[in-house]
């Protein structure tokens, strides 16, 4: 079998076994076998809930210095109260994604063999084959980008040999489907996505399509919801979807009908090929080659099971998990897709959204993480979705920080939602996050650092990040013991501490390490950029004026850095959150190079939280953990982290869960972070671009002792292939995008490397640079 497919020799019988397809707006989980198969389809925009006024019982700033005081007196328990009383808005109609319906194909196939299930990365077309009475019957399943909905093609080697049904299921309180008279292979089908546990049941995004089959010989017929083939050679099914998010008038209603109309025109074949075009444009870009692994020719299921027991290595299994990761994002985060990848990415398991966490837009991590390896893997386009989202919540937290907060600018806090939700959430002990937006909206500096787009900068970025700046120079008080600029009240995400000698759990407090780095980075970064740009003196010297009375990082007691600014008892040691490590990863304030002391703080908080009983290892927490011991260039733990969630933390299908117990979930819920947390640590293993450096190779484990990558992106706009052998860098090349100057560092070694746009650069072993082009 090819190293870059997952394939299984058994039927998959629930969701989590399945194997996932996406187009950008539209998806579906593929499962079953021989007699029966179900598409499980989700499309981004299908969220029950609705666009509303959060009301807010404070008065802006006076209420805000009212529960300030209770925190600078250490009085916790009456700041929590007064807190939970004026900033803490009821939950109203949030809503969640929800998956759309089950498209269920029954098949006359008993008795069936050789049954092999495959997803193919190179070409991302799921196949579905086996034999029944001697002859090959096979199913080839896409979901098109370029044409806008899923395509499958049934075939048997038999002129006779193929007979099926099709019937659709809805997933939820309203859906209906139906067959078009005069038209035997078409099912039409509406719904809308409502649900009472997020939302009062009333409110959600209406949806309509169709789904139309074309069948080669036998007969077709249609009636009672059900299309039926009889004794065909072969059959093309089209499956589209249209919503009405964000659209005015009826023309969403027949744009299904119409999407399909012109695809059944192309042709399978010609849609096929655009479809693998329109992939591979960004796929191929990306090669990583850790070395060989005769575990290649065992199912993905055994090959995971084998490295969970520690049976085998198996680089060329993470090799497949990185290149899957990137085929994860591509399915859910095209350049014109409407919303950015959620919880689940962009499919729906519908458990997450029948619980109290919902399938939403968590941005204390999650959605963060989704967007880590994006730029870095080379698939900055799938970035533009999130980048829009961000834009959106920019607008709608202005109200959010004048309502709760009477200050300027922008403020979002922990969730989010299809509609840009910005007020703090519902229970403040989560909830009450106030730099959850300023954290994803850093995903812009991070577009910028490795495009240098300056455009972007000047009419995206900029805007934004200074609308963020505007609100954290209003809101911010200074702390009267310590006289810092700190934030607060506030949680660092979800974690607790005990003060004042008590065992009381304690969530909020003033100046949480989280909000200082984050702040940190963004005056400083708002204050670059409006220097380079030439504008807003006058902003200018408020955030020079600002920075100098920022808090500093600082050392706890048990030689961990602290995550509150005082250094609290942990009351949670274990816990899952590795909030205050953001500015070692994926940010890069520590770094052994340049602050030893605090790389050694944040390797003492790695070692104490993985260390404790019941540590909370869920697949977000071990990917940090992975990326954590990239930066401090341990790449024997950062291997280990990375083995874990692989064999411990995935389904068969290579998809991450979290596990039992986190949430009130009963039982493991796929979480896509992981995935995606996962190539990123992989990656930056590899190479890292912060700090004024480019590293090659700089946490590169035993075990992955000779290998090659291609097209990795590093910040200052430069395109980065490496081989190393025997744990040295063999030679590398650099693209430059644009003109700029670092220090090239592989191993001990570091030399100047000065860069021209247009230019390509061979390293030799030595660092020698050499000018290719």
Known sequence: MSEMKLWYDKPAVKWSEGIPVGNGRLAAIVYGGAEQEVWNITESTYWSGKREKINSQSSGKEDLARVR????????????????????PA?????????????????????????????????????????????????????????????????????????????????????????????????????????????????????????????????????????????????????????????????????????????????????????????????????????????????????????????????????????????LTLCGAREDSPLPLHLQGIWNDDQACRMGWTCDYHIDINTQMNYYPTEMTHLTESHQPLIRYIEQLSESGKAAAQDFYGSEGWVAHTVSNAWGFTAPAWQNSWGLNVTGGLWLAMQLRDHYEFTLDEQFLKQTAYPILKGASQFFLDYMTIHPKYGWLVTGPSISPENTFHANGTKVHHYLSMGTTLDQVLVSDLFEFCLKAAEQLQLDESFQAELRKAIEILPPLQIGKNGQLQEWLEDYEEAQPEHRHLSHLHTLYPAYRITPQQTPELSEAARVTLERRISTNNHEDVEFTV??????????????????????????LCFTNLMTFSKPGIGGAESPIYVADGNFGGTAAIADMLLQSHAGELHLLPALPAKWSSGSYKGLRARGALEVDVVWAEGRLTHASVQAFATGQTMLRSGNGTVPFHYEAGHRYRVNSDLRIELQQ
């Open 69 to 88: 005081q209770y925190f600078f007196d250490g009085d916790y328990e009456g700041g929590e109260k007064l807190s939970s009383q004026l900033l803490e």
């Open 91 to 327: 939950k109203s109609n949030f809503g969640t994604n929800l998956p759309v319906c089950d498209v269920v194909l029954k098949f006359n196939d008993a008795g069936q063999q050789q049954l092999t299930r495959e997803l193919n990365l190179e070409n991302a077309i799921v196949k579905t084959t086996y034999e029944r009475g001697g002859s090959e019957v096979q199913r080839e399943l896409f979901a098109s980008h370029a044409d806008g909905l899923i395509v499958c093609r049934i075939q048997s080697e038999l002129p006779e040999g193929l007979s099926f049904s099709i019937e659709l299921e809805g997933m939820t309180d309203y859906f209906e489907s139906w067959s078009e008279p005069q038209q035997a292979g078409v099912l039409s089908f509406k719904g809308q996505a409502l649900e009472q546990l997020h939302s009062d049941g009333k409110c959600g995004v209406r949806c309509q399509g169709s789904i139309f089959v074309k069948a080669v010989g036998g007969q077709l017929t249609g009636a009672s919801g059900k299309i039926e083939v009889a004794n065909a050679k072969e059959a093309v099914i089209y499956f589209a979807i249209d919503t009405d998010y964000g659209v005015t008038g009826d023309d969403w209603i027949k744009a299904a009908e119409h999407r399909i109309a012109l695809a059944e025109a192309k042709g399978y074949e010609k849609l096929q090929l655009d479809h693998i075009a329109d992939y591979r444009s960004q796929f191929d870009r990306v090669d990583l080659d850790l070395g060989k692994s005769e575990q290649s020719k065992l199912t993905t299921d055994e090959r995971i099971r084998d490295l969970s027991e520690g049976r085998y290595d198996d680089p060329a299994l993470i090799a497949l998990f990185f290149q899957y990761g990137r085929y």
């Open 623 to 648: 990917a940090a953990f992975a990326g954590c011991y990239s930066r401090l260039h341990d790449g024997e733990n950062a291997y280990e982290q990375i083995l874990h969630l692989i064999g411990s």
